[in-house]
């Protein structure tokens, strides 16, 4: 039986967590998988996988012998792509997924630019706004928007990601620019819904001057709470100035799951939205949208890839990585979407 096979069916079964999806994916039968197995832990004289009708656990042994088997897969394709004509030369299939409204934008653009540089490789694009199983679903990597919760995945943040207030230059004349977060209480606000993201509400950071305690006091009556506390040069007041970051849940006639939604709904000039700057700074820039509250803007969290681990990444998937970074440090990407891209939100 080729040698190479059985490692290549022992880490399929390890990163699927069990022989009938690494079955599937090949497009054999199980059974196979386990001669596979058999004859491989029988060559070395050591069990590999516990197997139980219900799970499957690797040994001792067994994830020592991962590692290497991983190692010597990844080197073996780096080996034969550096002897291809041209050099090192990426193949293989690519499996991403990202964010749909963000992924319409920002990496879809892009997967047609990057096939164009690595003709060999083919890439499947999934634009899903649930939390992808990568492991069980077998992705390469994940572009993500936000906080991460803590995971054994890796992470490289790729670029910022910023929040404003938007509202249209109608809709303002019309009812008034609030001056302090507190003030959105009192006004149209486009919300996603409870069972959406961001249900921690809008993130502000208050300044704790005398000016910052009574909006503290105001926010407090209206059932803000604190989460965070710290002091920052970059306070809206004076340098230096004791701040807090506070989550605020505004209200209005209208709310959605679908960001995309509240984006048109604020163009439309039916209220103030809470948006990302990757989606909104091209229409602030031509004014067909307005941004307010920005000297109380919270500090940014991150736009990531994220990949199952950070060893023994394959040829294409590194290579990915290094083309996502590359082009959102451009000078002036993050002023407008790519050439082509359509408007989404997260």
């Known amino acids: 039986m080729d040698r190479l096979k059985q490692l290549e069916t022992f880490v399929a079964v390890a990163a699927r967590g069990s022989l009938s999806a690494a079955a599937r994916a090949e497009g054999v039968a199980p059974a196979l998988i386990g001669r596979r197995l058999d004859a491989l832990e029988e060559r070395l004289g050591v069990k590999l996988l516990l197997r139980s009708t219900r799970r499957l656990t690797l040994t001792h042994e067994g994830s020592a012998f991962l590692e290497h088997c991983q190692r010597l897969l990844v080197e073996l394709a780096d080996a034969e792509a550096s002897v291809s004509a041209g050099g090192v030369k990426a193949s293989g299939h690519l499996r991403v997924t990202a964010p749909a409204g963000f992924g319409r934008r920002h990496v879809a653009p892009l997967v047609p630019r990057f096939h164009a540089l ?12 649930r939390v992808i199983d990568m492991a069980g679903e077998n992705f390469d990597c994940a572009v993500r928007v936000g906080d991460l919760p803590d995971s054994s995945l890796v992470s490289i943040r790729l670029a910022d990601n910023r929040r404003r207030c938007v509202a249209t230059p109608a809709f303002l004349q019309r009812h008034g620019v609030p001056q302090h977060p ?34 503290e006091s105001a926010l407090s009556d209206a059932g803000v709470p604190r989460t965070a506390q710290g002091r920052s040069s970059e306070a809206p007041e004076e340098a230096g100035a004791d701040f807090e970051v506070i989550h605020l849940k505004p209200h209005g006639p209208m709310d959605c799951s679908d960001g995309q939604v509240l984006h048109d709904w604020c163009l439309a000039g039916h209220g103030i939205a809470w948006r990302s700057t990757w989606e909104v700074d091209s229409e602030i820039r031509n004014g067909t949208l307005v941004a307010v509250l920005d000297a109380f803007a919270a500090p940014p969290n991150g736009i990531y890839a994220v990949v199952p681990q950070r060893k023994h990444l394959p040829l294409r998937v590194r290579l990915w990585l290094d083309f996502l970074k590359h082009q959102y440090a451009q000078p002036g990407y993050w002023g407008g979407a790519p050439p082509g891209a359509g408007p989404g939100s997260p």
């Open 118 to 129: 690595h003709p060999e490789v083919t890439i499947s694009l999934n634009l899903s706004d």
């Open 182 to 215: 507190h003030e959105l209480l009192r006004f149209a606000c486009l919300t996603l819904s409870s069972d959406a993201s961001q249900t921690r509400g809008w993130a502000f950071r208050i300044p704790r001057t005398t000016q910052g305690r009574h909006a």
